[in-house]
């Protein structure tokens, strides 16, 4: 296994320089994003992550459940600023640990979040145009199973192989979704069960570049076992005030453009790289590196796991983009080469609904990449 100290052991400019061809072979000079609506469903989690500003103690006047009602507002929003997808966001399994979360899930009338979340997933099917994407965190076979007939992609950031990582003192302490067994089951068992499937790794946190390399293998072996992961993210850390880690470092460009440059050229070529673009105000130099696409951006709500971080204006992306040579298309939040529907990687139902995407607006098949 390659060896490395620190980002300056790498030849950034020869890494860059073949990471871009690659991606260029593999995806041209388009670059995308998808028009998304983020729905928080609940801040409440049974992991306590030291860089999480997203999930909120139970006895916190913040913590909360979405109900229904909420749920669907921010989804009509949506809708009528033209987003075609919902990204559902969760904290994990908080019913295992806090009486607040069952507590509130009894009134909701269930009895775990995974339950309720399938529930969401079909009335939006039902009551609005856009198509659910969920990020739920470590899911079992059954779980996965309950949740595809009702969404059209899932997500789980794998975030770190590293075991050192969950040791006290560590980010990922006491924190039972985080063991990367868990995660590495819970993405091999969506391509057991054909799942279009986005992960990713986030860097900064305290690991070493051998670990990141790891991540990213462990990555491309499940997907060449079961050919499910659409899009890998390379996520960076941000330090903010109300975190165990507000004085860490956040990685510097450096850093970033070599992990993308690494992800590219370690991952099969049709697996898209993207990087959250309000994550940096240097985003655009990501293009340098082998990026492909910016990922999910709301036009309407913020990123509740960044709230500090606007999303950009999708015309001042497109512009940025168009300025380092690329082209910004719309996609959707399934890929096209998961959308046939003999191939069982999306139920008829959302099958159906992803067709029916194509035709307001004369979007025409060619303009999703």
């Known amino acids: 296994m390659l060896k490395v100290l620190n980002h300056k052991s790498f030849d950034k400019n020869q890494l860059l320089l073949r990471a871009s061809e690659r991606r260029d072979t593999a995806w041209g000079k388009i670059v995308t994003y998808s028009r998304k609506v983020f729905v928080p469903l609940t801040n409440m989690c049974r992991d306590t992550c030291s860089y999480c500003t997203f999930v909120k103690h139970p006895n916190s006047k913040s913590a ?14 949506g809708e009528r600023s033209g987003c075609k997808e919902v990204l559902l966001s969760l904290g994990e399994k908080p019913e295992l640990r806090y009486e607040k979360a069952r507590k509130e899930l009894r009134k909701l009338g269930f009895s775990t979040m995974v339950g309720y979340l399938k529930f969401i997933c079909q009335m939006i099917l039902r009551e609005s145009t856009l198509l659910p994407h969920v990020n739920a965190g470590t899911l079992s076979e059954d779980e996965i199973s309950s949740l595809k ?11 770190t ?66 050919n499910h992961i659409q899009e890998v993210i390379v996520q960076n850390f941000v330090p903010k005030p109300d975190i165990r880690m507000r004085n860490f470092p956040e990685p510097d460009q450096a850093e970033m453009l070599i992990t993308i440059a690494l992800a590219r050229l370690i991952l099969s070529p049709e697996i898209s790289i993207q990087s959250p673009p309000n994550l940096s105000a240097s985003h655009v130099n990501y293009l340098d590196a082998g990026l492909n696409d910016w990922g999910g951006i709301s036009p309407v709500t913020d990123d509740y796991i960044n709230p500090e971080k606007a999303w950009p204006k999708i015309e001042e992306l497109r512009a940025s983009t168009k300025s380092k040579g690329f082209l910004l298309r719309e996609r959707l939040t399934v890929y096209p080469r998961f959308q046939n529907k003999e191939d069982g990687f999306l139920t008829p139902r959302i099958a159906e609904h992803v067709v029916s995407l194509r035709r307001p607006d004369g979007l025409a098949r060619k303009q999703f990449c």
């Open 161 to 226: 192989v590293s075991r050192r990582l969950t040791k006290r003192g560590m980010p990922h302490f006491a924190c039972p979704d985080k063991v990367p067994i868990q995660r590495i089951r819970t993405m091999n068992n969506m391509g057991i069960l054909k799942v279009p499937f986005t992960t990713g790794v986030l860097i900064g946190i305290g690991e070493s570049w051998d670990e990141r390399i790891d991540a990213l293998k462990a990555i491309e072996e499940s997907h060449r076992k079961y």
């Open 149 to 159: 007939p009702v969404t059209a992609s899932m997500g789980m950031m794998l975030e």
């Open 64 to 77: 909360r459940i979405l109900d229904p009602d909420a749920v669907m507002d921010i989804v009509r929003l």
